[in-house]
């Protein structure tokens, strides 16, 4: 239990101003992206390197207080929210470049780091860091790592996920554990390097990163396609990566979507349409410029009615920020905007669109959908209002099913934004009791009190329903 | 959930039901919580704390409103410490409107607190009340602000050191005032100014109070600039202080009060556009619809005189001739811009004063490193946050010396005198100069008469 004892300890480590358990702190700290979860910590704790961080988890266990480790809390899962109280550790100050190794393409970050802040700072030096979530412009690399989180570029190059090289992170005792380094291969035991990506805070405290980087694509082009017809354009997914073309960006936006974003970033995008997307190819100008006609004569065949290719760097950087501000312009539609991540194999993109618009008719609530359709990860959006209680609980039974379709139709329950506190009651569907078993057992072998970020990831109860096996 | 601590009983209470009277809810609820404002906040850069962003302040003012927390002392501080940049608006792609929360709190707070400093709140009621709403006091105290300092008054003080026993923060404001007239515009050069050429429309030159005594050269090239850019202009002597400062400190009584006045002024001329040179009065101006859109009587010409309302670069640029602007120096002259933060993120003019800028043959224009972030002027929030406002102001002239730039233009009367603060503090009255954008683009006008 949180206590003035405690207090006094974690000053003793922190220096009095970095803990601290005034009302203020506390209901800043009690929230994140995600909509309608708010729960107030303890205390709110600053940490300034990885001694600190060792040194506070003991004092932590010893007392068997919680802890929730978070960056800039823009995840949509509620993984940040501390449900169970205790302390909430927040990373900001932890926030620099320790090293570009620029022999062997990698860098060296602290956790608390500005995403943004860092691609910028690697393009500069010629490199690329091709990991780009939405919310790159708030986010840290560090919640990025433990959210695993994806992105625009996801597609071709992959998510946080494929560039992480090695970590150093810090268990719930206390202990401080390295894995993997400046390796391209390493396989030496079970790759915990890849185990914690993802792991939500909850199985150790990660302190420090080791990134790839990469050499920086020298030519890129920007389209936009637009359909009267929303399948035309979903089947126009599915036809370009079966034509072995894997562009950099695939985004789908549909008409309610285009409307919000156009709204926020006056681009003059065509209301009238049913469907856009949003096409980036990128490498040696050559084979992009062969990549964007070939597109193009897909999209035609598909009968797209417009399509235009964005005349400056400017223009298509414009374009691109415009649709990351997709999730949060939708609030302009209704008070609650509630945002899922349903994933399919990029096969099945025009079914899941299909079968959203359906749950949303049979449901009777409103579904706005956009995503990064080219890796199959759609966001299904609800505009809604948390005061209609009973609303809400259509939005809820129409997520439900959203989900079952999605893991019917081969996908997954969420694609990047992590299980968290939302999608706990359904990690069963996707990973089955006994994956369930499994993950609690590497729960355990971490930690075993259940400190870190209690609540998240496992639920105490799966919901109930027969989920047809994957076809 | 920790205990809310206790305070003096009474105020707390009317205080949290005063919050929810006035807050609007369906705003509160509209933030998303994305996050996406907080790197355009400057308290938040500044101190990378939650509280001290936009999403952690509507958050502390949702908590409020929802009973979580007590709004203490602390949250009426975190409340003022907000500079009302507005920057988060543009930045919000759920488009809360976070301008109208902090007003709507921090005149919550205005009618419970106890707390400001002796001297703000004297100051503030005498300028308020006494001051801002008379056009003639504020001519008289711009003659006796002449007085001073023409008289060698003002060497004497500085000399004397009896500027010692005021604030800091006012000592260095007293340094850098410019030479105040007893006069105003329409004492200068009259009411009405026919267009230079073919007439394109009829304007109505909001003079603001300060401006008009401490700028009133600015008001004088602002009506030459429009003239020659084909407006008719009109002055209505009627017009009073646009109310910006009562609204942003929590008086929206007394806002209320001059923007019927102003309304008035301003509709029995039947102008088409109203146009203002001070980005914080213009802000307001255009948002004279909101201050009174639940007032029946006044709705419809709040909301006709705010969609008239604009920045005299904006109107220039989109609806005028724009004049021919040659440097007269040889020499190759250096400009920057200080975007005043309610000029670019209320007004959205930020694009209409750099293409003007960029007009003026023989002159460079250099885009300065953050310059639509605030300086720290921010209405009084120089006088009241003396400590960010300063952090602010250092960081600000790290940007513009890296300029190199001789002329330092803004767009605002609180900007402009900040600026030159921050020159004289940083000792660089040598290298560069703050000038108004008007004033610089009228001296710079290549066939002024």
Known sequence: ?471 | MAEPKTMEHGMTVSLVDTLKNKLDYDQLTNCMRCGFCLPACPTFRETGLEAESPRGRIALMKAAVDGIMQPDAAFEEQMDHCLACRACEPACPAGVKYGQLIEQTRDSIEQHTVRHRWWVKSARKMAFEGLFPHPRRMRLLGGALKFYQKSGLQKLTQGTGIMNLFPDELKGMEKIMPEATGTGVIKEIGVRHPAKGEKIATVGLFRGCIMDIMFTGTNVNTVRLLTEAGFEVVIPDEQTCCGALHAHSGEGGGAKKLAKSNIRAFKDLGVDWIVSNAGGCGALLIEYDHLLHDDPQWKDDAAWFASRAVDVAKLVVEHGRVPYFEADSQAGVRITYQDSCHVRNVMKSSEAPRKLMRSVEGVQFVEMEDSDRCCGSAGIYNLTQPDMAGQLLDRKMDCAKNTAAQYMITSNPGCLLQMKLGISKSGMENEMKAVHLVDFLYENMADKK
């Open chain 1, 1 to 471: 239990m949180w206590s003035d004892i405690v207090k006094k300890e974690l000053q003793g480590i922190m220096g009095e101003q970095w803990v601290k358990d005034d009302p203020q702190s506390l209901v800043t700290h009690s929230y994140d992206g995600t909509p309608m979860l708010q729960s107030l910590p303890d205390a709110v704790i600053y940490p300034e390197n990885t001694a600190q961080v060792s040194e506070t988890l003991k004092v932590l266990s010893k007392y068997m207080i919680p802890v929730v480790s978070r960056g800039s809390g823009t995840n949509l899962c509620g993984g940040t929210v501390p449900v169970q109280g205790g302390v909430v550790m927040v990373m900001h100050r932890m926030n620099r470049i320790l090293e570009i190794d620029l022999q062997n393409l990698t860098a060296t970050v602290q956790p608390g780091l500005n995403t943004k802040q860092f691609i910028t700072h690697v393009e500069g030096m010629g490199l690329f860091y091709p990991p780009d979530p939405s919310s790159m412009a708030i986010s840290t690399i560090g919640g990025n790592i433990a959210e695993g989180s994806g992105g625009l570029r996801g597609l071709k190059y992959g998510t946080t996920k494929d560039y992480v090289l090695g970590l150093e992170a810090v268990l719930a005792n206390g202990e401080v554990i390295r894995t993997g380094g400046k390796l391209m291969k390493d396989v030496a035991g079970y790759d915990l390097t890849k185990l914690l990506v993802g792991s939500e805070g909850t199985l150790a405290v990660i302190t420090e990163a080791t990134l790839k980087l990469v050499p920086p694509p020298k030519y890129k082009k920007t389209m936009l396609a637009m359909f009267k017809d929303i399948y035309g354009a979903a089947r126009t997914v599915s036809s370009i990566i079966e034509n072995r073309i894997i562009p950099a960006t695939l985004e789908f936006l549909d008409r309610p979507t285009i409307r919000v974003v156009d709204d926020f970033a006056k681009l003059g995008l065509p209301l009238d349409m049913e469907a856009i997307l949003l096409i980036e190819q990128d490498g040696d100008m050559e084979s992009v410029e062969r990549d964007i006609a070939r597109i193009e004569e897909i999209c035609r065949s598909e009968k797209a009615e417009r399509i235009q290719v964005a005349e400056s760097e400017a223009e298509a950087l414009k374009l691109l920020t415009a649709r990351r501000s997709a999730f949060t312009a939708l609030a302009r539609l209704r008070p609650t905007t509630i945002l899922e991540d349903a994933t399919v194999p990029r096969s099945k993109i025009a079914d899941m669109v299909l079968e959203i618009n359906k749950i949303a008719l049979k449901h009777n609530v409103q579904i706005c959908t956009f995503g990064h359709a080219g890796d199959g990860n759609l966001h299904p959006t609800a505009t809604t209002d948390a005061r209609d209680q009973e609303e809400i609980h259509r939005v809820e039974a129409a997520f439900e099913d959203i989900f079952e379709a999605a893991i019917r139709l081969g996908g997954t329950i969420t694609g990047e934004h992590g299980v968290g506190l939302v999608k706990a009651p359904f990690l069963e569907w996707k990973v089955g009791a006994a994956g369930i078993e499994v993950m609690k057992g590497i729960k355990q072998a971490f930690d075993p009190h259940q400190l870190l970020n209690p609540g998240k990831v496992f639920a105490k109860s799966s919901r109930k329903r027969v989920v047809i096996e994957h076809g």
